[in-house]
């Protein structure tokens, strides 16, 4: 059964760090560009960062330099490393091929990043 899980969110400071994963079913994963995007409130959903299977990568301009994805094929599974975060980046964290099928978004993962 084709499946995306997202964990790892959380509640951290300003400047802080947190790593998301997204653990997804073989026939997803497999020869698949991954992308995690996001929804802050009010906004619709972004793209923040995707992944092709030989592991190029490619960030919005917005988490440059502070966010690094990652995918570990064996497991499949993708990661986000977040570092520096702000308060702007709070939002719900989804993970999903790129581009997106529809009917595989999840229930992401909350980050919220408040003092």
Known sequence: QARL????GGLVQPGGSLRLSCQASRTIFSGS?????????????ELVARIIWHGTASYAESVKDR???SRD???NTMYLQM???KPEDTAVYYCNTQPPIRHLWG???QVTVSS
């Open 33 to 45: 560009t991954m992308g995690w995007y996001r929804q802050a409130p009010g906004k619709e959903r």
């Open 67 to 69: 966010f690094t994805v």
């Open 5 to 8: 899980e997202e964990s790892g």
């Open 83 to 85: 570092n520096g975060l």
């Open 107 to 109: 229930q992401g993962t």
């Open 73 to 75: 094929n064996a497991k």
